[in-house]
């Protein structure tokens, strides 16, 4: 958590937002979102102010995704399943119109997520599945073994190989 805290910290010694750096602060607010620490809701919404200031400056494609999907994370830190997966919808979109694949198999992840929190463990392990296929498709595009050694042992590609286990 005390990582967490300090890129908060980092992005806000800067004053202006650059729309490829809301990669991580999603990253960030989905890691609030998602585990049972003290101040996570607040945190939550720490990262979306940010994304909103990165909005609110940039206006960008980009931007306006990271948004949605910082806004599920929200929705889903309040417990409000059905909000965080409309949300997340729109950002697998989002990143897929974009061609940001990465971005798509977080938002997939998140969305799986908020679908388990719905009751319907049948349509959140068919959407961490379709996550799963774009990870070994991007898998597949790297050549270097070692480049798909260290993408495939990222957190988000470790906990895709749990999620709706």
């Known amino acids: 958590m005390q990582g967490e805290r300090e890129m908060l910290n980092w992005i806000d010694r800067v004053s202006y937002s650059h729309p490829y750096s809301t990669s ?5 607010c989905r890691w609030f979102s998602t585990h049972p620490v003290s101040g996570r809701l607040e945190a939550t919404r720490a990262c979306v102010r940010r994304l909103e200031r990165a909005n609110a400056q940039v206006s960008s494609p980009e931007t306006r995704v990271a948004l949605s999907e910082g806004q599920g994370s929200v929705a889903l830190a309040e417990d409000d399943p059905a909000r965080a997966t409309e949300l997340f919808r729109q950002a697998v979109a989002g990143w897929a119109s974009l061609g940001r694949p990465y971005d798509q198999i977080r938002a997939l992840s ?8 719905t009751g319907d463990a049948v349509a959140a392990q068919a ?8 990870v070994d498709t991007l898998a597949a595009e790297l050549d270097d073994s070692e480049l798909r050694g260290l993408f495939l042992t990222t957190p988000l590609i470790q906990e895709l190989h749990t999620a709706g286990s």
């Open 127 to 134: 959407i961490f599945d379709q996550a799963r296929r774009l």
């Open 110 to 117: 998140n969305l799986g997520y908020a679908v388990m929190q």
């Open 24 to 28: 991580n602060l999603l990253s960030t």
